[in-house]
T-cell receptor, first 112, second 114 residues
Framework: GDSVTQMEGPVTLSEEAFLTINCTYTATGYPSLFWYVQYPGEGLQLLLKATKADDKGSNKGFEATYRKETTSFHLEKGSVQVSDSAVYFCALSDQAGTALIFGKGTTLSVSS | DGGITQSPKYLFRKEGQNVTLSCEQNLNHDAMYWYRQDPGQGLRLIYYSQIVNDFQKGDIAEGYSVSREKKESFPLTVTSAQKNPTAFYLC?????????????FGDGTRLSIL
């Protein structure tokens, strides 16, 4: 079945460092891909999305490009801030749109 | 402001007891979902509903039940048959369940066993 694999954390960075969180997927067809962020004690918030191959999603300095040839959707940010500390989830939506399939999440901790 | 409201924020269950988690949305969304989150496990789908009076089992429906009598409400009952209910429960919705639609989430309910 469809699945999402994220790099394991925690990822610990200093402020202004470059961030990459790897995400690869297995799916039939052409799923939509999402990155969500979860701050402590809260629900998930959509960070960005891409609905077809070569699309680039971007928001708040974060970017991810839908790479069909490598089945990847890696999250990047050029300069992280302390406020970016959170858990990041990669997810895909199946063709039927019945639900999202999530990766296990990657915890990011940014220190000043 | 439109959104999803989950209540209570914290809930405690005694052995053999059923408990119900509330989820209400005022986004006028057709589709609603319940997920369970365990540490290091990501989110797993319990139930979903794409229209009033209809719902489908997700990957881990055993020990849970739902109803969808109103468009805006999708309560989840954790029954005594669920032997390991301690987790963070998240409710979500989408406009009409389309595959390119992002899901909107509530702030969750944390359930613990007394």
């Amino acid at each position: 079945g469809d699945s999402v694999t994220q790099m394991e954390g925690p990822v610990t960075l200093s402020e202004e460092a470059f961030l990459t969180i790897n995400c690869t997927y297995t799916a039939t067809g052409y799923p939509s891909l999402f990155w969500y962020v979860q701050y402590p004690g809260e629900g998930l918030q959509l960070l960005l999305k891409a609905t077809k191959a070569d699309d680039k999603g971007s928001n708040k300095g974060f970017e991810a490009t839908y790479r069909k040839e490598t089945t990847s959707f890696h999250l990047e940010k050029g300069s992280v801030q302390v406020s970016d500390s959170a858990v990041y989830f990669c997810a895909l939506s199946d063709q039927a749109g019945t639900a999202l399939i999530f990766g296990k999440g990657t915890t990011l901790s940014v220190s000043s | 402001d439109g959104g999803i409201t989950q209540s209570p924020k914290y809930l405690f269950r005694k052995e053999g007891q059923n408990v119900t988690l509330s989820c209400e949305q005022n986004l006028n969304h057709d589709a609603m979902y319940w997920y369970r989150q365990d540490p290091g496990q990501g989110l797993r789908l319990i139930y979903y509903s794409q229209i009033v009076n209809d719902f489908q089992k997700g990957d881990i429906a055993e020990g849970y039940s739902v109803s969808r009598e109103k468009k805006e409400s999708f309560p989840l009952t954790v029954t005594s048959a669920q032997k390991n209910p301690t987790a963070f429960y998240l409710c979500a919705s989408t406009l009409n369940g389309g595959s390119n639609q992002p899901q909107h989430f509530g702030d969750g309910t944390r359930l613990s066993i007394l």
